[in-house]
């Protein structure tokens, strides 16, 4: 069984940064496409970031475009989220998710059949 956990999560002002880590101990992770989604109170699951399994490509949402820095460690199988310049807006719970080989659209909930818990990241003003 896939087990992907983020832990990292917390309260913070607006302007800080957080660095919430997602493990995946059990995944073939060096070939899998790794994901970050979040979801707000009351609103669908977003697309945040993600990074291809091969070279890294990265991708991001417009919103956190430049704010935001996904990244991998293939030898301790955990990917990262180092998210700067935090507004309130960014207030959410955030998902890991993951997909092996190739995928047609990073940013479609779909195409990753692999998901954590969650962990929760709130930005005060």
């Known amino acids: 069984q896939v087990q992907l956990v983020e832990s990292g999560g917390g309260l913070v002002q607006a302007g800080g940064s957080l660095r919430p880590p997602c493990a995946a101990p059990?995944?073939?992770?060096?070939?899998?496409?790794m994901g970050w989604f979040r979801q707000a109170p009351g609103k669908e699951r977003e697309f945040v970031a993600a990074?291809?399994?091969?070279?890294?490509?990265?991708y991001y949402a417009d919103s956190v475009k430049g704010r935001f820095t996904i990244s991998r460690d293939n030898a301790k199988k955990t990917v990262y989220l180092q998210m700067s310049s935090l507004k309130p807006e960014d207030t959410a719970d955030y998902y890991c998710a993951a997909a092996y080989g190739d995928i047609s659209s990073y940013s479609q909930r779909s195409q990753y059949p692999y998901w954590g818990q969650g962990t929760q990241v709130t930005v005060s003003s």
């Open positions: 990074i291809s399994r091969s070279v890294g490509t990265t």
């Open positions: 059990v995944l073939t992770f060096s070939t899998s496409v």
